[in-house]
């Protein structure tokens, strides 16, 4: 993985048809998905649950691009192995998770992944100010964690405070929650440069007609970058 601030978007496959995985990163690539994003909900750090480190490993092989796995999942550290182990590129762990984000930081290093930090809509950006050197990614919730399809909350503020925290370090900001081509441009001009997609993304779409998901992706990239 190469270093750029270029607009990405990652759809989020908790939108996508669960029968059907495989096919559905396949496609979604295929109409100009930059990274697949994998929510991991534990129903106990969330209110929901959804999938581990087995479905992870079973998707890795469709997965041409970037696996960004975004556990909302505590505790963390007894889980870093085994998603390393199931491929993921990037691992994003929540502030709030375990008692040491700086540790949880250093073991998804050492475990070789890129390692990401996720900020709750609650949860101020100065919480990671004395982590940023061991992250490759912050995360900012735009949403409260726990369900696909929930309402946009604006945390601009919140993106450019960041922004100017990471100065030129190679951290990406990433945005997940509500985002869409109307919320897009917003935390675009605050300074996120990967935006995660779930409903906005794979609307109107399916496997056997892929062609909404290209024009999902396409607003929303015009829209981020115009």
Known sequence: MTFDRSIKIAPS???????????????????????????????????????????????????????????MISPVDPYIDAFADAGADILTAHVEAGPHIHRTL????????????????????????HVLDL????????VNP???????????????????????RPIHIE???????????????????VLVAGSAAFRGGSVSNPEPYGENIRAIRAAATA
């Open 13 to 71: 496959i908790l939108a996508a048809d669960f029968a059907n995985f495989g096919a559905e990163i396949e496609a979604i690539e295929a109409q100009g998905a930059d990274w697949i994003h994998v929510d991991v909900m534990d129903g106990h750090f969330v209110p929901n649950l959804t999938f581990g480190p087995p479905l992870v490993k079973a998707i890795r092989k469709h997965i041409k691009t970037v696996m960004d796995v975004h556990l």
């Open 106 to 129: 250093q073991a998804i290093r050492g475990a070789g992944m890129k390692a990401g930090v996720a900020l709750n809509p609650g949860t101020p950006a100065e919480s990671i100010a």
């Open 135 to 142: 992250a490759d990614l912050v995360c900012v919730m735009t």
């Open 146 to 168: 726990g369900f696909g399809g929930q309402k946009f909350i604006d945390m601009s503020a919140k993106i450019e405070t960041l922004r100017s925290m990471i100065g030129d």
């Open 175 to 193: 945005i997940d929650g509500g985002v869409d081509p109307t919320t897009a441009p917003l935390v675009a001009k605050a300074g996120a440069d």
